[in-house]
């Protein structure tokens, strides 16, 4: 099933253009309209409120996602660690819809949610790659992620599709909601996948971005503000569970506020750039800890480089950046991870479906 990539987190990252492609056409209608089953849209419809539930990695895609639920649908919506939710459970709505985004399906912490929350009456949809999974079996409804089975532990094409179905998801919600849009969303989700070919074709050139800032890094931060703060964390969680070096995702904000302490000589730290309203403040944020001796590595989105940053991102809609951005973090987890000679596919200490509570 390898075929001729050493390892399956480095086949899974490549598949992502076709999960993409896979996507438009599962969720578009002949007429080339935005399709998801009506069921479910009479749930997102009937929702005064959407509640999120995840875990690791989806736990982040569920970030965006709210990002596309309010904005685009101006649903207001919730997201929450599955663990956390059980006991400290917020005040809920009148009306919930309680969305459990889970590659496997089989996540015993948003099971122990999605227990709790159907003896009480609530509504459930499942996002999930796994049909006939657990999460999806015990909830109302299902919406299947399509990116095909991910055997490497640390996920990769499971997140950017959990994202997209998001983005269409919310986008459907839009619709029906009869909110106006500018943006041709399936259009501009074919660019994203263009988007994500250059970037794994540019694998090279980041193999080279480890080279200067990982090799022998102990600690790193990962900076970004917006939806860049979200992709930041993602890569933080990629890059320690693989690479085994500690890693710590936050707001450029946030730096002043506690962490910046940390900063020594030679600290590599990952500064994101693709949301023009706060280029300014990250940049700056990266001059901050640049001025303490941070060996900071920039990946801005073409149209925001500057000279000096270490890597650009082809332009994508504002809001999908995320799809394109969080490409060159895996990458850069993944070379982390085999230039120090580590089980990439099979890290120590995790297993792919977490089980247990
Ligand atoms: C990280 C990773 C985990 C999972 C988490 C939830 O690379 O894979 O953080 O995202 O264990 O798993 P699912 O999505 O199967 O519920």
Redesign the pocket.
């Known amino acids: 099933e390898l075929g001729t990539y050493p390892h399956y987190m480095i086949k899974e990252i490549n598949e992502q253009p076709q999960v993409m492609r896979k996507i438009i056409k599962e969720y578009q209608d002949d007429n080339g309209d935005l399709k998801i089953d009506k069921n479910i849209i009479k749930q997102l419809n009937e929702a005064d409120r959407l509640y999120i539930i995840?875990?690791?990695?989806?736990y982040h895609a569920g970030l965006i996602g709210k990002e596309y639920f309010e904005k685009w649908a101006g649903v207001p919506t919730e997201v929450h660690v599955a663990s956390e939710f059980v006991y400290n459970t917020p005040l809920l709505s009148e009306n919930p819809l309680f969305i459990f985004?889970?590659?496997?399906?089989?996540?015993a912490d948003?099971r122990a949610v999605l227990v709790d929350i159907k003896e009480k009456g609530y509504k459930s949809l499942t996002i999930t790659n796994v049909p006939g999974s657990t999460l999806s079996r015990e909830a109302d409804e299902t919406l299947i992620l399509h990116a095909g089975p991910e055997i490497a532990?640390?996920?990769t094409k499971?997140y950017v599709a959990q994202i997209a179905v998001l983005a269409i998801t919310a986008a459907v919600t839009a619709r029906e909601l009869n909110k106006v849009s500018d943006m041709n969303l399936m259009s501009e989700l074919a660019k994203v996948t263009t988007a994500i070919t250059s970037v794994i074709e540019d694998a090279d050139k980041i193999e080279e971005i480890v080279k200067s800032y990982l090799e022998t890094a102990r600690n790193t931060f990962f900076i970004g503000r917006a939806m860049d703060y979200y992709v930041g964390l993602e890569g933080a969680?990629?890059l320690k569970?693989i690479s085994y070096i500690q890693a710590e995702g936050f707001a450029g904000g946030e730096l002043k506020h506690g962490t910046i302490a940390l900063i020594e000589e030679g600290t590599p730290v990952f500064a994101l750039s693709t949301q023009e309203k706060v280029d300014l403040n990250i940049r700056s944020n990266a001059q901050e800890v640049k001025a303490r001796g941070a060996n900071v590595c920039v990946v801005a989105m073409e149209g925001l480089e500057q000279e000096g940053d270490a890597y650009v991102i082809p332009r994508v809609d504002d809001m999908l950046t995320p799809l394109v951005s969080v490409v060159v973090y895996q990458l850069i987890s993944y070379y982390a991870a085999l230039h120090r000679g580590n089980d990439v596919d099979k890290p120590r200490n995790l297993a792919k479906?977490?089980t247990v509570e």
């Open positions: 995840a875990a690791g990695t989806s985004i889970s590659q496997s399906g089989e996540t948003s532990v640390a996920s499971a969680l990629k569970e479906s977490v």
